[in-house]
């Protein structure tokens, strides 16, 4: 057999092999089970038995958001300026005013020390003008000098003045942009993200670092308008943090009055209580309010999982037979709500 021929009829084996493997695992080879009910073999009655019960009460939807902190903020620089010191890491506990970042003040030092010298001549002119007026106004009290002698001295002294005036608001700003030279944290918090180095050039409005205050946290949560219209501020929400698998009480301390165009959606923010636990940005969902509704309850020992199918045995006058469910969350005292499969008042037989 030639080389071509063989590689052909073996690629068509191939094929062959494949399609067996697909038809046998997508149940081409079993008998079919219809979908919706399926009836069991007559293996006997169960033993235990529950009835499928129907409750109304207070319906929930869950909302997920982000633990945020009431208190967060961006630490900027104000001049230009290279970095020379950073005293802070991520994770640093800082208190409000204390020293972050030490900027480069060469300059800002020169510019202060050459307005002082100004300042200190321009005094000294000022005095002399003073002197100057005190002697011209004795002199034309005695009629010596003229008035307009007086006149100008008068204007040189208000001409000093000015200077000196000017100056002084000069040294004023010089000592502020100074003061720039000393980034210091204006809240008490930690420090979660150092976004420059020593040797960086500080941009103003660039954030070089980030705090939040732990002692405020709060979840921030968009919710359906319909809803979030129903909540006031200072009603409690229940709150649930997977990652520690708890829940929280929050208490609503701000709804913000704008809806999001798009997603239809109010911002409400409810306050955590104080827990070393938590952390900012961490994922949260809150259970917001949604009226009454009706649903059906069956013990949890009821449904039979079969990979990420869920069935139940019903009992009924011709014997058990088992059903496809889709179940909801689980509830209190064993329970699990019934979300398709079951009617009201029918009975489910429970596992040992």
């Known amino acids: ?28 080879c079993g008998e079919r089970v219809p979908a919706g009910e399926v009836r069991v073999s007559e293996g006997g009655e169960p033993g235990a038995v529950a009835e499928v019960e129907r409750r109304v009460g207070p319906g929930l939807e869950w909302a997920s958001g982000a633990v945020e902190s009431a208190r967060r903020a961006a630490v900027a620089s104000r001049i230009l300026a290279r970095i020379e010191e950073i005293r802070v890491s991520a994770g640093s506990e800082v208190a409000e005013g204390d020293l972050l970042i030490r900027l480069d003040a060469r300059d800002l030092d020169a510019r202060t020390g050459e307005v002082g010298e100004a300042l200190r001549g321009a005094r000294a002119r000022l005095a002399l003008a003073r002197t100057e007026k005190q002697r011209m106004s004795k002199l034309v009290a005695e009629g010596v000098e003229s008035l307009q002698r007086l006149d100008r001295t008068e204007s040189d002294l208000r001409v000093a003045q000015a200077e000196v005036d000017r100056l002084e608001q000069s040294q004023r700003e010089s000592r502020t942009g100074l003061s720039f030279a000393e980034i210091r944290s204006p809240v008490s918090g ?114 039979e999982r079969v990979g990420q199918l869920e069935f139940v045995t019903v009992v009924g006058e011709g014997g058990p037979e088992r059903r496809m469910v889709t179940t909801g969350p689980r509830l209190e005292q064993g329970l699990v709500e019934v979300l398709s499969g079951l009617d009201a008042g029918e009975r489910v037989a429970l596992a040992p």
Not at 12 to 22: C, E, N, R, S, T
Not at 205 to 234: F, K, Q
Not at 254 to 263: K, L, N, R, T, Y
Request: proline content about 8%; overall charge neutral; aromatic content about 4%.
């Open 190 to 303: 930690r420090v979660v993200d150092r976004l420059a180095e020593p040797g960086d050039t500080a941009v103003p409005g660039r954030p070089l670092l980030r705090i939040y205050d732990p002692t405020v946290l709060r979840v921030e949560l968009p919710v359906r308008e319909s809803l979030a219209v129903r909540l006031s501020v200072g009603a409690t929400l229940k709150v649930r943090i997977p990652s520690l698998e708890e829940e929280f009480e929050g208490v609503i301390d701000e709804i913000v009055p704008f809806a999001e165009p798009g997603a239809r959606t109010l911002l409400i923010k409810a306050r955590l209580p104080d827990d070393g636990r938590l952390f900012a940005g961490m994922f949260a969902r809150a259970a917001i309010p949604a009226g009454e509704r009706a649903s059906l309850v069956v013990p949890e020992r009821a449904v």
């Open 1 to 28: 057999m030639s080389g071509p021929l063989r590689r052909v009829l073996e690629a068509a084996l191939g094929l062959f092999v494949i399609g067996l493997a697909v038809v046998w695992l997508s149940g081409g």
